[in-house]
């Protein structure tokens, strides 16, 4: 096998490994977003119990007068003998709820803890390994003595 034979079979080896693990369609791309999908999967979760919990709060707010003194104790420091007034409010048709987004990446826990290299790192060792794997197969292959006399028998 010739040396430019030999480095172009590494060649293909080397993108058809790249292409199957590391490229935007590979295998670690596909893990990558499997788990970010379930960590915004997660989150969803616990944004949904929490917005459950949030509006039977607000539902118990508006009905019951003691539980709003209690609350109101409880974050404006008031005392025992203090009152509480309740004003109602119209209800607007303009007035609806939006959905609030976290206000940081931290928050939606997409923090900067890394447990494995990120994917472009793996992919510039793997492209760096293989051009020096390829010139070095060439380059060994070039510097060996020929093995067997090219001379045809006819």
Request: hydrophobic fraction near 40%; proline fraction near 5%.
């Amino acid at each position: 096998m010739t040396p430019t034979k030999a480095s172009l079979l590494v060649t293909y080896i080397c993108a058809g490994i790249y292409l199957g693990l590391l490229s935007e369609s590979g295998i670690a791309e596909r893990m990558r977003l499997e788990k970010e999908l379930q960590n915004l999967n997660a989150e969803v979760e616990r944004l949904v119990v929490e917005n459950q919990g949030l509006e039977e709060k607000e539902r118990r707010l508006k009905n019951d007068v003691y539980a709003l003194e209690q609350e109101a104790r409880k974050y404006y420091l008031l005392s025992e003998t203090a009152h509480v007034l309740k004003f109602e409010e119209m209800p607007s048709p303009l007035t609806q709820k939006t959905k609030a987004l976290p206000a940081s990446l931290h928050t939606a826990g997409l923090g900067g803890e890394w447990k494995e290299p990120p994917l472009f790192l793996l992919r510039f060792f793997f492209i760096s390994f293989s051009v020096f794997l390829i010139l070095g197969v060439y380059f060994k292959l070039k510097r060996l003595q020929p093995m067997s006399n090219h001379k045809r028998l006819n």
